[in-house]
């Protein structure tokens, strides 16, 4: 029943995102955490495009994320574009970084395609660790702060909560309506096939190698741009975004809300960050319940709590 | 006194009271009149600096006791909201604005860590709230992190090295090796140190640097004592700093050099051990044993012990107290807790709280105070009976950066 409801809801499923987004705010403790669940959560959606579409496990996603939000803080630092323009200049860094890690990596699958995702994201964190003059180093880039942006000549007030958290809130529903399309299009179902049946595929006329990379880049364009939407909203971007903990993070979010589904990362971003700032707020030993309810999850849930609904049905 | 400190309460209890208050806050508003002075305090609860950070809530809570003793600011009471920040800087930013936007907090006072603070206080001056940083760094006293409502009770890595440069350089020797961790702030110190061993005529033999994390330095030591330096200047922290401090010992390089940290945490040497830090010196911004000579160390130290069953306060752990009584104070003098008020009686605000004379510098609201020049006991009566104070370098202006110097001339 549940399942078939959901079959058809999700017909319409950007649409439905973008309703959630709108009750978001008001149903969560506070805002600044409602902004970074639309963040993760748009980071974690872009990981499934690879993880769960394509079945490649990266490990080396804070790479495009961080990249992006470097290269946004930077642009608005350094260059002094506008803010849409920073974004876009973060989106486009995702997607390069992702270009490159992805042809080098993509030469290599199963196990070695995750160990070589994780020593390129870890060459990039060196890079920016290093190059302090222009990254800030071990302390971050700082500074970049927007307190007032233009939105086809409206003047909005960033700093106000609710304001920033609709901004961000429009530019992810727009993302997430570009990944629906994705998703829906012909290269979505050839992602999927490369992902159930890679010799199949092949002898298909499938070029699988293209198809991993493209993938690889268009999740990078997305992680990219979550990055970048995490300078504008923290005004910091500490050198930890681009931290192997980082990559381990998403991963952990996409499988807690069920890889290779719309909306499962986006819960699983929700209910990942949801438990760590409750919990942390009744008790210091916050790790201890969390950790608790993950083991619950992979023992219950294999599918993650939004794969497992999506195929629930009533004995 | 006992009525006083009647109402003891734990960081798990401070916790709840903040989780309680923060579910019950939409009621606030029909009690206006009586809102309490808020003050959000994100400190790393979890993570490597969890027990400096447990340490910086005990204490902050007894400034926040003592304000309320003392009537709180006509009849409003103080309260303290910590947040573990996670020693990340994002999550730390994130706690600020939840902070700022949810709790409505007036002040923000914490952290552990210079990437931690500069976070934070980004989003406090974006927002134009008051916050008082409780952790080293010279960054949040330079341009451009600095801003009107950044205050630094903390000392700079500037002036911790300048004391204690000038003190080794004086006492133990000129030819001098540096052994620096590979990030910001073994390269700070040893600027620091360098800049304090010119001036001075110090001959430097080596400067060494090694990875963060190494959890070996022996190759190091023949090295080390093929040189003959009188001082080896050891710019790293906590378990890097420990290893090499055993090595040494056990390789006899201690028998022909002055050890030397800029910074010698209490809660560190507890961890080491004293066997293998004895002789080790170092600078710090507080130690307990100062009680002797210092009455308001004296009196302070009497109200942790009273609170915390018997506990000495550390010296990160002693910043959480001054940190949060001096916005305390300077909100009853103003007599409002409006941010640009505060912020006015803080700078150039003169202090004694609990370690001798203080005040924060005008021009960049930096705490001028005293630098302790530490020696390591070989055995003590308490846990925290671990140093000898050798000497005690007042707090003068010329210690720090000048504010040309800052970018804030």
Excluded at chain 1, 11 to 33: D, E, K, N, Q, S
Aim: hydrophobic share 50%; with cysteine.
């Amino acid at each position: 029943m549940i399942a078939v409801f959901l079959t058809r809801a999700a017909r319409h499923r950007a649409l439905l995102a973008a309703l959630f987004l709108l009750v978001l705010p008001f149903l969560l403790p506070f805002r600044a955490t409602a902004v970074n669940v639309l963040i993760d959560g748009l980071f974690a959606v872009g990981f499934n495009l690879v993880y769960g579409y394509v079945g490649l496990l990266s490990f080396g996603h804070a790479a495009l994320f961080g990249g992006g939000a470097y290269a946004t803080g930077l642009a608005l630092l350094r260059l002094g574009l506008p803010w849409y323009g920073a974004l876009a200049l973060g989106l486009v860094a995702g997607a390069g970084i992702a270009g490159v890690i992805g042809l080098l990596a993509t030469r290599t699958r199963g196990i070695y395609f995750a160990m070589v995702t994780l020593a390129l994201a870890e060459c990039v964190y060196y890079l920016a660790y290093q190059a302090s003059g222009v990254t800030g180093g071990e302390n971050g880039l700082r500074g970049i702060v927007l307190t007032k942006i233009d939105l086809f000549g409206l003047d909005l007030d960033f700093v106000d909560p609710l304001t920033r958290y609709f901004v961000i809130a429009t530019i992810v529903a727009l993302a997430l309506a570009a990944l629906s399309r994705i998703l829906a299009s012909p290269f979505g179902a050839v992602m999927e096939m490369v992902r159930e049946n890679e010799a199949r595929a092949r002898a298909s006329g499938v070029d699988v190698r293209a198809v991993r990379v493209l993938a690889f880049v268009l999740s990078g364009a997305f992680s990219g741009l979550a990055g970048g939407l995490q300078a504008l909203h923290l005004a910091i971007v500490p050198i930890e975004t681009l931290d192997y903990g980082n990559s381990g993070m998403v991963v952990m979010m996409c499988l807690l809300g069920g890889a290779g589904t719309f909306f499962g990362p986006f819960i699983g971003a929700l209910v990942f960050l949801l438990l760590q700032n409750l919990v942390a707020l009744v008790s210091s030993h916050w790790q201890l319940p969390v950790g608790v309810v993950f083991m619950a999850c992979v023992l219950f849930l294999p599918r993650g709590i939004w794969g497992q609904l999506a195929r629930w049905r009533p004995a | 006194m006992s009525a006083e400190h009647g109402r003891r309460m734990g960081r798990r209890g401070v916790l709840r009271t903040a989780a309680i208050l923060a579910a019950g806050a939409p009621f606030a508003t029909l009690r206006a009149e009586e809102t309490p002075i808020r003050i959000g305090f994100p400190v790393p609860i979890t993570g490597p600096y969890a027990s400096e950070a447990a340490d910086q809530v005990r204490a902050a809570e007894i400034a926040v006791a003592e304000f309320n003793q003392s009537g709180g600011l006509g009849g409003r009471r103080a309260e303290l909201l910590v947040r573990d920040d996670k020693l990340d800087p994002g999550e730390a930013a994130t706690r600020a604005i939840e902070l700022i936007e949810k709790d409505r907090v007036d002040f923000i006072v914490g952290s552990l860590s210079a990437s931690v603070q500069l976070a934070v206080n980004t989003v406090t001056k974006q927002r134009g709230v008051l916050y008082n940083s409780i952790s080293q760094s010279d960054q949040i006293v330079s341009s451009p992190d600095w801003g009107p409502t950044t205050f630094h009770e903390a000392m700079t890595p500037h002036m911790t090295a300048g004391a204690v440069g000038r003190y080794a350089f004086e006492k133990l020797g000129k030819r001098v090796a540096y052994v620096a961790a590979d990030y910001a702030y073994g390269h700070e110190m040893v600027a620091g140190f360098r800049a304090v061993g010119a001036t001075m005529g110090a001959e430097e033999l080596a400067e060494i640097k090694m990875p963060i994390g190494t959890r070996d330095f022996s190759t190091l030591m023949p090295r080390l004592q093929a040189l003959r330096p009188d001082i080896v200047f050891l710019c790293n922290f906590g378990r890097d700093q420990q290893i090499f401090v055993k090595q040494a010992h056990d390789s006899g390089l201690k028998r022909t050099a002055h050890i030397v940290a800029p910074i010698l945490l209490q809660t560190a040497r507890i961890a080491g051990g004293a066997q293998a830090f004895a002789g080790v010196l170092g600078g710090t911004s507080y130690y307990w044993g100062i009680e002797s000579e210092v009455a308001s160390a004296r009196a302070f130290n009497d109200r942790f012990r009273k609170a915390h069953d018997g506990r000495l306060p550390s010296d990160y752990g002693a910043l959480g107290y001054s940190g949060v009584r001096a916005v305390l104070t300077a909100a009853a003098k103003a007599g409002s807790t409006e941010t640009a008020k505060v912020a006015a009686v803080l700078a150039g605000m003169k202090y004694d709280f609990y370690k001798g004379p203080q005040f924060y510098r005008a021009c960049d609201h930096q705490s001028v105070q005293s630098v302790f020049i530490i020696e390591s006991k070989a055995n003590g009566s308490v846990p925290e009976d671990v140093f000898n104070v050798l000497a005690t370098v007042p707090g003068r202006e010329d210690m720090l950066k000048t504010c040309a110097q800052e970018g804030l001339g």
